[in-house]
């Protein structure tokens, strides 16, 4: 029985989801022991230095150098923290999105644009390759600025009710904003990632079950924010092929006209 079990978490749906589950509940637990321990000194110090207990101020303080011992301790440990666990095992997870991203072209690649107030998906269309976007383009039947000269965005397709993913791929998104700083985050997958102006970041994960859910803007972004919802589905990979390939199909139709 994990700690989180009492917060009300909802269910994990991503393969890496369980370690951050388990790395907030040792957080939990590390937070916990903290909170004992310093209220008891604190207790403790309160009782010690009573002015009942110690009428005359000392003026010389303390004079040995154990604290300063236990300072450069703790800096020792936490640089074997940082230093031998924090840094590869970050290294470990970047390194295996450059695996992922080398060993499967066919892994789903989706843009997610964020603007105040909702999401845009840009998917790159049978032939996975993204046509070229320019901000200067958008206009109001071209809310993303694909840039109608470049072939490669003849079968790409937006979607602005809803992210459709594929269950059992590794989905890799691709995040950027139009405006001020957002936040796209997925709950049940736990992550979330940044949208900056000006940069396009990847986030990527395994959904390992089917689901229904919503995405939210985890960065306070101006005054409606916490409108800013969208929904989420998860579907098995051969109904997800199938509408990703008539939707670029549409769109190729609707262009040779
Ligand atoms: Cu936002």
């Known amino acids: 029985m994990s700690i989180l079990d009492y917060f009300g978490l909802p269910e994990n749906y991503s393969q890496h989801g369980e370690q951050v589950d388990q790395m907030n509940s040792v957080i939990t637990w590390l937070m916990l022991v903290l909170f004992v321990g310093w209220t008891a000194f604190f207790l403790i110090t309160l009782f010690k230095f009573w002015h009942k207990r110690s009428p005359k101020a000392s003026y010389s303080g303390v004079t040995n150098h154990v604290s300063s011992h236990l300072e450069i301790g703790v800096v020792i440990v936490e640089a074997v923290f940082l230093l031998g666990f924090a840094f590869p095992l970050w290294a470990e997870r ?125 960065q306070l972004c101006g005054e409606k924010h916490a409108d800013m919802k969208g929904s989420m589905e998860v579907v098995n990979a051969e109904e997800y092929y199938k509408w990703a390939k008539q939707r670029s199909d549409d769109e190729l139709a609707k262009k040779k006209k």
């Open 94 to 218: 970047t390194d295996k999105f450059e695996r992922v991203v080398a060993n499967d072209p066919d892994a789903p690649r989706i843009r997610v644009i964020g603007q105040q107030y909702s999401w845009t998906y840009h998917y790159p269309g049978n032939d996975g390759v993204f046509g070229r976007t320019d901000n200067t383009l958008i206009t109001g039947d071209n809310p993303l600025g694909i840039d109608s000269s470049d072939p490669n965005g003849d079968d790409d397709f937006i979607s602005t009710s809803e992210l459709k993913i594929p269950v059992g791929r590794d989905c890799i998104l691709q995040v950027t904003s139009k405006d001020v700083i957002h936040n796209f985050a997925i709950v049940p997958m736990r992550i979330q990632q940044d949208c900056i102006p000006g940069k396009e970041i990847p986030m990527w994960f395994k959904p390992v079950k089917e689901l229904s859910t919503y995405v939210v803007c985890a």
